[in-house]
């Protein structure tokens, strides 16, 4: 460590970050963004099984059918173009096949056997952020801020990797791609995650500070490494002048030596404590996270039974109320129809009277003479 630049154990940081945190992150995300779907059960391997038609379609380049395509021809059109060694990855060449799924034409294949290519026993963690990310472009349903992070992270890995020399970067450059690693990262992780994904990306910053310091000390050490080896050469001959003296630089040396094997340890026993405290945290934000949603589902339940009383209430109140006003209805047009009936009945008793007064009465009688 002590003969590596600043720029270089930066760099190794931020390699160890990316491949260790973002892989973990972007594993996570693909398992919450596809692997989540009813028809993949939460399985890559299955995943990988009813995805294998489209995504040898994917990879093979001269467009050759396969023995799953209809007969009237292909359906699936090429998304992106997939890199033989991801297709690799995912599928073993050493299947059965078929004979009569095999078509030759002229001598050139018209059409091949998936039989042939096998599942791997993989799991998506065990992929790299190149795989991942391919496989997450096509099949994840992800929103423009989300699209933006998976290609910050997949250009600052390749960026890492791809370097020509553990010195091309500059510390400024190094710096943001610490920011665009820790913003998109978190970006991609799920909320109640997010916290923890944060202090992970800066406890690697801030072990490369301790580093530093380790650092120091060894070129500290090695200096007075080479000033003793210098004075036991130039006083070979005159031992017996300045043997206190040398001894003082070896003592001191010795003591030095001492601290840094303190300071490494120390720093280690630091480390450990750091990830046991994250794995604490992780639990318990799991636990509790567990109880929030009983809670809630419990929550859920009695407003459910609470809103179905409710609805039987109105529903027998509504009832209620519907045959009250059946009733005041019913009643109503009785009365009406009643009050009609004895209107007629005294109608004809008045004409029947009337009839009778006139039968009764006299004969007009003659005038008086005059």
């Known amino acids: 460590m002590s003969s590596c630049t600043r720029?270089?154990?930066?760099?190794?940081?931020?390699?160890?970050?990316?491949?260790?945190?973002?892989?973990?992150v972007l594993s996570a995300y693909f398992d919450l963004k596809v692997l989540s779907l009813p028809q993949y059960g939460g399985h890559f391997t299955q995943f990988l099984e009813k995805e294998k038609h489209f995504l040898y379609h994917q990879w093979e380049q001269k467009r050759t059918m396969c023995c799953a395509c209809p007969k009237v021809g292909c359906?699936?059109?090429?998304?992106?173009?997939?890199?033989?060694?991801?297709?690799?990855?995912?599928?073993?060449?050493?299947?059965?096949?078929?004979?009569?799924?095999?078509?030759?034409h002229g001598g050139c294949i018209q059409q091949l056997c998936l039989h042939k290519f096998v599942t791997k026993n993989i799991a998506a963690h065990e992929l790299d952020i190149s795989v991942l990310s391919f496989l997450l472009r096509i099949f994840a349903n992800m929103s423009i801020s989300e699209k933006l992070s998976l290609d910050t992270v997949s250009l600052c890995r390749s960026s890492i990797c791809h370097a020509w020399s553990t010195n091309c970067f500059?510390?400024?450059?190094?710096?943001?791609?610490?920011?665009?690693?820790?913003?998109?990262?978190?970006?991609?992780?799920?909320?109640?995650?997010?916290?923890?994904?944060?202090?992970?990306?800066?406890?690697f910053r801030k072990l490369e500070v301790d580093r530093e310091e380790i650092a120091e000390l060894s070129n500290h050490i090695n200096y007075m490494k080479e000033a003793v080896d210098d004075f036991n050469h130039h006083l070979n001959n005159n031992h017996n002048k300045v043997p206190e003296f040398v001894k003082k630089f070896e003592k001191l040396y010795i003591n030095d030596s001492h601290q840094i094997q303190?300071?490494?340890?120390?720093?280690?026993?630091?480390?450990?404590?750091?990830?046991?405290?994250?794995?604490?945290?992780?639990?318990?934000?799991?636990?509790c996270f567990k109880?929030?949603?009983?809670?809630?589902?419990?929550?859920?339940?009695d407003q459910h039974v609470t809103t179905k009383e409710e609805m039987v209430k109105m529903r027998e109140s509504q009832e209620r109320k519907n045959d009250y006003y059946k009733e005041k209805k019913r009643n109503r047009d009785r009365l009406s129809i009643e009050s009609s009936v004895q209107t007629g009945k005294d109608q004809k008793l008045a004409k029947t009277q009337t009839q009778k007064s006139s039968n009764t009465s006299p004969a007009n009688p003659k005038p008086p003479p005059i």
């Not at 970050?17 to 973002?22: A, E, K, L, R, S």
């Not at 750091?274 to 604490?280: E, G, R």
């Open 7 to 24: 720029e270089q154990r930066e760099l190794m940081k931020l390699f160890k970050c990316v491949i260790d945190t973002g892989n973990e």
């Open 75 to 104: 359906y699936i059109r090429r998304i992106k173009k997939m890199e033989t060694w991801i297709f690799q990855k995912l599928y073993e060449a050493n299947g059965i096949e078929d004979p009569a799924h095999v078509i030759k």
């Open 170 to 203: 500059p510390m400024a450059e190094l710096n943001k791609m610490w920011i665009d690693i820790e913003t998109h990262l978190i970006n991609l992780s799920e909320v109640r995650y997010r916290r923890i994904v944060q202090k992970q990306i800066q406890a």
């Open 262 to 287: 303190k300071s490494v340890s120390d720093q280690f026993r630091a480390i450990k404590q750091a990830q046991d405290a994250v794995v604490s945290l992780v639990k318990s934000e799991a636990q």
């Open 291 to 301: 109880g929030m949603h009983e809670s809630v589902l419990a929550k859920m339940e």
